[in-house]
């Protein structure tokens, strides 16, 4: 490609070099988390773009760098507006921006909602792979969109044996068109919509939680199976005493040690982070090992990094570019 020629790879494009290759997905989330691990990475705090009047909509952007074989820079700018549910629309949207490591020239324009979805997805079941004692019996969703949906698509993917999950939502009717996916996902599977969270919480050794929650709401895990996994991907529904009480896995310390999580929160109210027992990539590295199986929770708290997005839009790209597929932008650069 020249060097002037930018390629824009629409949303069809992406689902499509993404569509039954969750596997590939998976690899390259685990071999970002290692290459982050091993410090071949460049990893700027995110910044949040608020405003005046609202405490819950932001825009997020997520520089990055990921060495290795990667040798790619880029930018994911995400925009979060819980309001967008009543408009019918999806809460999230993004782009990214895929530069050249030695150019620093741009060379995708790359639609990535679909690919934060994703690549979030694909974090939370490679975590409950690790994490796991073994196939969990149940497996439960709380909070029941877009994001828990493409967990649910992953956890499929690592759980081929698991044939019974639980759904609860604010909004029965949102929990009801989940159990519909989840259907039409794991045909035969049993699925049972919880009518409150302490009994999903009670009879699954699993469980995803993605809200869009600001604040923490729940104050214990005490109803959860001893071991459980807790897949905290919307990072603040547990409350620093429920952190603090159990096992804690993170994808980055520093990164997810911010922005009132629930993370944030128990280290605040702790004076230390002493109750962090790794991150994810030096687990995968074998640099630690995992908390010893007791009464208490496996809880992975995932702030969501920036390499992930760029090694999943990466394999976007390749597939793309392959196929002769998405909008050749001639002589976009000067």
């Not at 690919?115 to 690790?130: D, P």
């Not at 196939?135 to 044996?161: D, K, M, R």
Request: net charge negative; charged share 20%.
């Amino acid at each position: 490609m020249a060097d002037k020629n930018v390629l824009v790879i629409g949303a069809r494009d992406v689902e499509n070099a993404l569509l039954g290759r969750e596997e590939a997905v998976l690899d390259a989330v685990r071999r970002a988390y290692e290459t982050h691990a091993r410090g071949d990475s460049s990893l700027p705090h995110s910044s949040f773009l608020r405003f005046p009047d609202s405490d819950k909509d932001r825009i997020i952007c997520l520089p990055a760098y990921l060495g290795d074989d990667y040798q790619l820079a880029g930018v994911k700018w995400i925009a979060s507006m819980p309001d967008n549910l009543a408009r019918g629309m999806e809460r999230a949207s993004a782009v990214m921006i895929l530069n050249d490591r030695v150019t620093g020239r741009p060379g995708a324009v790359v639609e990535g909602s679909i690919i934060s979805k994703q690549r979030t997805a694909a974090s939370a079941a490679l975590a409950s792979k690790v994490l796991a004692a073994g196939e969990p019996e149940t497996i439960g969703f709380v909070g029941c969109g877009p994001i828990n949906t493409s967990v649910a698509q992953y956890l499929a993917a690592v759980w081929p044996n698991a044939t019974r999950f639980m759904a609860f939502d604010l909004d029965p009717a949102r929990a009801e068109s989940f159990g519909l996916s989840l259907q039409t996902l794991r045909p035969g599977a049993e699925v049972q919509i919880s009518a409150d969270l302490p009994g999903l919480l009670g009879a699954c050794a699993m469980v995803a939680f993605a809200t869009t929650a600001i604040t923490p709401y729940l104050n214990d895990l005490d109803a959860c199976p001893a071991g459980a996994t807790i897949l905290h991907v919307s990072l603040r529904d547990l409350s620093a005493d429920t952190v603090l009480t159990n096992h804690n896995i993170v994808d980055d310390l520093d990164h997810v040690n911010r922005a009132a999580t629930s993370i944030h929160l128990a280290s605040q109210q702790a004076g230390n982070t002493d109750f962090v027992h790794a991150a994810l990539g030096d687990i995968l590295l074998g640099r630690a090992g995992l908390p010893e199986r007791d009464e208490r929770k496996l809880i992975f708290s995932p702030f969501g990094l920036g390499v992930l997005d760029l090694a999943v839009a990466d394999l976007v790209e390749r597939t793309v570019a392959e196929s002769g597929g998405g909008t050749l932008i001639d002589s976009f650069l000067p």
